[in-house]
């Protein structure tokens, strides 16, 4: 059964910090790529970044650059967006997408709410 788990979502003041995890189980999770999307309330899915298959991130959204930054562990099979310098603009339902080819898997999300 193909699974995608985020955590580590919360309340954050500006300013602040958070590490997403995005735990997957069920496929090959080496063979696909990784991406964060997140979506605020009233407002369409917007995507935040991704992580290629060899550790290449791309897509970076602008407003996260060099706040923002994805990672992954194969061995584990958890993709990871550290969330630094927050602002009450980031906040949003974080989902994690695993996607190769045509197959296309995405998680059931995790809320972060950033205080002002």
């Known amino acids: 059964q193909v699974q995608l788990v985020e955590s580590g979502g919360g309340l954050v003041q500006a300013g602040g910090s958070l590490n997403l995890s995005c735990a997957a189980s069920g496929f090959a999770f080496t063979w696909y790529t990784m991406t964060w999307y997140r979506q605020a309330p009233g407002r369409a899915r917007q995507l935040v970044m991704s992580i290629t298959t060899n550790g290449d991130t791309t897509n970076i959204k602008d407003s996260v650059k060099g706040r923002f930054t994805v990672s992954r562990d194969n061995a584990k099979s958890t993709a990871y967006l550290q969330m630094n310098n927050l602002k009450p603009e980031d906040t949003a339902r974080y989902y994690c997408?695993?996607?190769?080819?045509?197959?296309?898997?995405w998680g059931q999300g995790t809320q972060v709410t950033v205080s002002s």
């Open positions: 997408n695993a996607r190769a080819y045509d197959q296309d898997y």
